[in-house]
């Protein structure tokens, strides 16, 4: 095939019916799945397999033929075969000579093997032209047409012309061939499958471990300590009071360690002088993972929200809103109305509800589909500027409601503070560095740096 009618074909993948033959060795879950798809997109299908005999599982109008004689009549040959049965291929050397080695495998662990399968395979034949293709898409999707989530191939080889056949064929099949580049990507693509989450580890361990904490916090003292020392049996807080307030705690300090490693990276590189010196490596782990930890706190300022709005259906606030009610009406006095309270729980009312407007704005624009649509200063400007104001106004929303009870002493039961008050600890942090970094003889050299000015020259060495 030369380059010009595969363009046409890229271009027209459906004007017509009838495309080349493809050769699938193994006649497994994926190679059936695969020779399905592609008898329905137009090509004819020959399988290589060991056994010739027709089983009904194999697709309808397949030919089933041995290796080598399945081999002569395609161009292409897809292995859909397991890495530790590849030997096998080496007596074919000859005559899969010249043709395009299509390799699907994956391995069971992450760099399973010192080099990636599509090099081995491109080592056991030297004279075949090998390229690393769908080895994301799963037999079942192929089978159940529900290639959604996986409709983008990942393809890498070293020969270009073979390449651009393979991606011509993830085309005809309805799927979209990503060039990953040459066949040292195959290591890359192997193990993007054997991946799970891996971005979201550090948030998530991270969100359990501090829920577990302010879970089992509360639960000493607001449960157990009045149980102890106040004989009230309030375990029912369990669940609804202790998680709400352990999610906008949880809300608010994730939402400050979002900006805490650029207020780290700042300091570094204003003390360096440069910023031509890589940071640390758990810095820039925790660069890296700074959307998550947004995503995982909005998740939490939601729950929040959906928790605080179902307060008034709850038996415990009806009994405590009728004991005040009937307390007044047995003392014959009307409580008159506190301004200072009315003030307080409206402002902290109206800064939660800005300031989760603009945690939701900073989810929304963190979504590929909407970051696509804006330019990087726009993005700056929403992550860095208007996240800062939602961290400004979350803590403002904290400090106004839980406020009056840091100085009471009663908010210390064993000594210890508040939850809210440690709440506030990392974005009080954030927010005083961060107006010390933006004051002009700080920011100034701050920007300098970033433009690629450097004080000492030697460090960029
Ligand atoms: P499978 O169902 O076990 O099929 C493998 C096929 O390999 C067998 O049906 C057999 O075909 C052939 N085979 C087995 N032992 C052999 C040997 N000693 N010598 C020569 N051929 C042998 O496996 P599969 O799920 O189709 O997976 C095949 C490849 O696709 C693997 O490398 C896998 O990593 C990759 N893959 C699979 C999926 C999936 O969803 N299943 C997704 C992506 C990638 P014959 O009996 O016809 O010879």
Known sequence: MNKNSSNIMALAPNTSNKRETVCIFGTGDFGRALGQKMIQSGYSVVYGSRSTQISNLIPKDAEVLGHAEAAQKAAIIIIAIQRQHYNFLTPLAEVLRGKVLVDISNNLKLNQYPESNAEYLAQLLPGSKVVKAFNTVSAWALQSGTLDASRQVFVCGDDVEAKQMVMNIVRALGLTPLDKGSLLAAQEIENYPLQLFPMWKFPIFLSLGLTAFFFFYCLALDVIYTYIYENNNFSFFIAITIPNRVFPVMALILLALVYLPGIFAAIIQLYRGTKYRRFPDWLDKWMLCRKQLGLIALAFATLHVVFTLVTPMRAF?????????????????????????????????????????????????????????????????????????????????????????????????????????????????????????????????????????????????
């Open 317 to 461: 606030v009806s009994w405590r809103t009728s004991k005040g009610i009937i307390s007044q009406a047995l003392n014959n006095k009307t409580e008159p109305l506190n301004h200072t309270n009315a003030w307080l729980s409206d402002s902290y009312l109206a800064l939660g509800i800005l300031g989760y407007f603009l945690f939701v704005l900073l989810g929304i624009t963190s979504l590929p589909s909407v970051s696509n649509n804006v330019n990087w200063r726009e993005f700056r400007f929403v992550q860095s500027k208007l996240g800062y104001l939602a961290l400004i106004f979350c803590t403002a929303h904290t400090l106004v409601y839980g406020g009056k009870w840091f100085l009471s002493p009663s908010a210390y039961k064993w000594y210890l503070p508040n939850i809210y008050i440690l709440s506030l600890i990392v974005p009080c942090i954030v927010l005083v560095i961060k107006f010390v970094l933006i004051i002009p003889c700080v920011d100034k050299p701050l920007t300098q740096i970033r433009q690629g000015w450097e004080r000492n020259p030697k460090y960029s060495e």
